[in-house]
């Protein structure tokens, strides 16, 4: 008598692509928790994923086991403290496999180069490669700072839907870090717009008075990343973004497919 679908083990399985179907199940889950904002119910799930609410239980029970997830009191699962480790490592990895792109940048613009990720509700910077200038911008690797003063943060959101851009900006409010920051909704979506027309971001002295940055999204990123030159507004002027902006949009395509060929 054949075995039902719901009662096939998952392991025993493999996916159309090669691989274990409880793998790819588990952490398609685990994907969406983290789109859902970090905890849902098992109906939530269901109702995304297309999975049957048996199958969902037996995964999430492996992974709270595991100590990815963890069941709230309220009976609904929560990403657990366990990722934090591999998110941590993985973000270093990514900063090193960026850097000799990033030292590339500052051989071609003679700028900073940084590589930024988008990390809950906050910018991360993950790598940096300084100017050989005496006079440049200094953000360290690790620095977390709010997309809306950032050229990072607003190349990073350019994808986002605007009803999501509109609940971070809720959650993190919008403090002015300089007199040129925008501290309206309405003024950074407006500013996105502007992003995805123009395929770039800037940063006109939003987060430190006498800098400039030009940022742009690594495409097909396997999470949100994205990299900037940043330096004195006397240097990076109108007439030199029109030279930079095509080196870094072509240095992040290349950043890109090395990503995806190393599997990262």
Known sequence: M??????????????ASGGVQSLERAFDLLERMADAGGEVGLSELSATSGLPLPTIHRLMRTLVACGYVRQQPNRRYALGPRLIRLGESSSRLLGTWARPYLARLVEETGETANMALL????????????SKHSMRMFTEVGRRVLPHSTGVGKALLAGVPDEEVRALLSRT????????TITTPDGFLAALEDVRQLGYAVDDNEQEIGVRCLAVPVPDSPTAAAISISGPAGRVTEAATEKIVPVLQGIAVELSQALASSGA
């Open 119 to 130: 990390d809950g509700d906050e910018i991360v910077y993950v790598a940096q490669v300084p």
């Open 2 to 15: 054949p075995t039902s679908s719901a009662s096939t083990t998952d392991s025993a399985k493999s996916s």
């Open 173 to 180: 409010g919008m403090p002015a870090a300089t007199e040129k």
